[in-house]
Structure formats: C-alpha cells, structure tokens
C-alpha cells in the first residue's frame, strides 16, 4: 500500500494568518482526502481532492477557508486561511483505492493562538 | 449517504485475551467496502483489516478477524491474544465502489491490561 509524507507535523500560528499542510503519496493513487480531527473525536471529511480539477467540498467546508490543490497522481495540499482558536485540531490527509484500503499521513496537530 | 456506528465509547481487554469490538453500518449502495482503522497515541491511522461486500468469507489478518453479517450490516473486529501494542482508538469506517470516501464511526478506545 502507498506510503504518505505529510508535513508539518505540528505547528503553533497566530491568528488571521494561513497554514500549508503538505501530502507526498510514493505513489500514485486515484483518490486523495483531507480530513479534520478534533482531539479524542472521529475523523470529520473536509473534502476530495481531484486532480487536475476543483476539489470537491463537504457539508459545511467552503473553498475559501480550505484551499486545496491536487496537481498530479502523487500530491496534495491543504491551506487552512485565516485562522481562528477554532481551527486548532489535527489535519489527515489519506490516499488510495477502496478495493485495496486509504493510507494516511501521519497528521497535522494545528494550535492557533 | 452511510451511517457507521460504534456503540461502545471504550473497552477493556486482559493481555492475552479475546476482545470484540461491535460497528454497525447503513448504506444504500451494493457495492461498498469496510475497514477497521487504529489510531494509538501517536495519532497515526493504521489500516487494520478491510472487507469487500461481495465476499461472503470474513477477512483475517493474523491475530485480527471480523464477523461480518451482512444481512444485520454488522462488521465486528475480534482481536485474539491481545498486546499492550493493541491499546488504541479503533474505528471502524464504511466506503462505497463509487464515491470511494469513507465515513467513520465515533471510535472504541481499547484498554490493554496486565
């Protein structure tokens, strides 16, 4: 199964300003998620993303506020903008195929202060 | 859309011993796989064991196996001869052939006991 980078792996920002998270797949893989975590919560989906096109946004999460790019086959990023006290949870990134099981990034703990 | 639920908040195992952790699923589609996932501490999401609908046969992956009833849309992980590396959040999650996303439960934290 795919391995996935995911970088950083924590980071403390101040307010109104914007994280980049990064995912690195070792391989290329159709599908690619992001997803939000609060602490001792289950996994909330924020979107897909497609490559090569618009990612496709879930209930509740806008483009605006969490700006994603796809590339190619082997990469993705997410960038939380704007941030408030709100925002601060974990960020995974997953990738794969259904028949075959969605590898994930090891995760991304924001703290916005 | 699909529903997955974890009915138990946490459980507790004595080393050496069986577990059972129950998840229970809803979904219109045919065509749908299922996983059970583990998270320790370290927050890392470790895919543990996944289930084709189509296969009648309950999967097996060494010390972890499922009970899958389908006609119930009930997905049980039995963990056999239980470690202290099994203690974790285990979540169980549901994706269909086609939308490919998953949707997850609320998660079991197992306890691992000497």
């Known amino acids: 199964s795919a391995v996935i980078s995911q970088k950083p792996s924590r980071d403390i920002c101040q307010r109104g300003t914007s994280l980049t998270i990064q995912c690195q797949v070792d391989s290329q893989v159709t599908m690619m998620f992001w997803y939000r975590q609060q602490p001792g919560q289950s996994l909330t989906l924020i979107a897909t993303?497609?490559?090569?096109?618009?990612?496709?946004?879930e209930s509740g999460f806008v483009i605006d506020k969490f700006p994603i790019s796809r590339p190619n086959l082997t990469f993705s990023t997410l960038t939380v903008s704007n941030m408030s006290p709100e925002d601060s949870s974990i960020y995974l990134c997953?990738?794969?195929?259904?028949?075959?099981?969605?590898?994930f990034g090891s995760g991304t703990r924001l703290t916005v202060v | 859309a699909q529903t997955v639920t974890q009915s138990q908040p946490e459980m507790s195992v004595q080393e050496a011993e069986t577990v059972t952790l129950s998840c229970t699923y809803d979904t219109s589609e045919s065509d749908y796989y299922l996983f059970w996932y583990k998270q320790p501490p370290s927050r890392q999401m470790i895919l543990v064991i996944r289930?084709?609908?189509?296969?009648?046969q309950n999967a097996t992956e060494n010390r972890f196996s499922v009970n899958f009833q389908k006609a119930a849309k009930s997905f049980s992980l039995k963990i056999s001869d239980s470690q202290l590396g099994d203690a974790a959040m285990y979540f169980c999650a549901a994706g269909t052939g086609t939308a490919s996303k998953l949707t997850f439960g609320t998660g079991t934290r197992l306890q691992v006991t000497l």
């Open positions: 289930q084709e609908a189509y296969k009648q």
């Open positions: 997953s990738g794969g195929q259904p028949n075959y099981g969605y590898t």
């Open positions: 993303a497609n490559q090569g096109s618009e990612a496709t946004y």
